[in-house]
């Protein structure tokens, strides 16, 4: 409560530590101190194994949801951190951890879609395009969804995939909320790919 973290989670460890253990409820509250304050301080691997601990204890409804935020959210900043520090494959796979230790979390389309975009940004075009595949699997309706078409329509055609991509650019030329030219080229850009996916059939 007077914001000094380091001495909180010291006196946490003491209660989790004790012998003979403490009581549950105590154990609880030592957990539940120890992973704000890692949290607060911005150590999020930390936190996150200090939040996953609480899992194992009775918690009302609205604390368990509290903990699985602060779960995903914390493993949304180790993301970001490899990132910034350049460690893509490091970054993609805290990104996609989410989802799968919080089902159902709030930031989990935020995360599937910041990893998918990271691929593209990096030109790895086939594993852009199974991410941004399995977004619209997942998502169906979300607002990112037209960025999505237009990030797979492009990863699709990088990566050679003419007859597929011709086909996400043809949804691009329908969808009503882009621009009128940008459709218009997203209908031309799929009459070319259909010619090459069509004259690549002949040859083959």
Do not use: C, M
């Amino acid at each position: 409560a007077a914001g000094d973290l380091d001495r909180a989670i010291n006196t946490a460890g003491l209660v989790l530590t004790h012998q003979p253990p403490a009581d549950r409820e105590l154990e609880r509250v030592a957990w539940t101190v120890t992973a704000h304050a890692r949290f607060d301080q911005g150590r999020y691997p930390e936190a996150e194994e200090a939040y996953l601990s609480l899992r194992g204890y009775e918690l009302a409804p609205e604390l368990r949801a509290q903990v699985d935020g602060r779960i995903a959210a914390a493993i949304y900043r180790q993301a970001e951190a490899a990132q910034a520090a350049g460690q893509v494959d490091r970054a993609v796979a805290d990104f996609l951890r989410i989802t799968a230790a919080v089902p159902g979390a709030e930031i989990g389309p935020n995360a599937l879609y910041d990893a998918a975009t990271l691929l593209y940004n990096q030109q790895r075009w086939g594993e852009s395009a199974d991410l941004l595949r399995r977004f619209r699997r997942e998502f169906a309706g979300h607002g990112f969804n037209d960025q999505v078409t237009v990030k797979l329509a492009e990863s699709l055609r990088q990566d050679g995939q003419s007859g597929p991509a011709a086909g996400e650019y043809e949804r691009l030329a329908d969808t009503a909320s882009l621009p009128d030219e940008a459709r218009r080229q997203a209908l031309w850009q799929a009459a070319e790919l259909h010619a090459a996916a069509g004259q690549s059939a002949d040859e083959g």
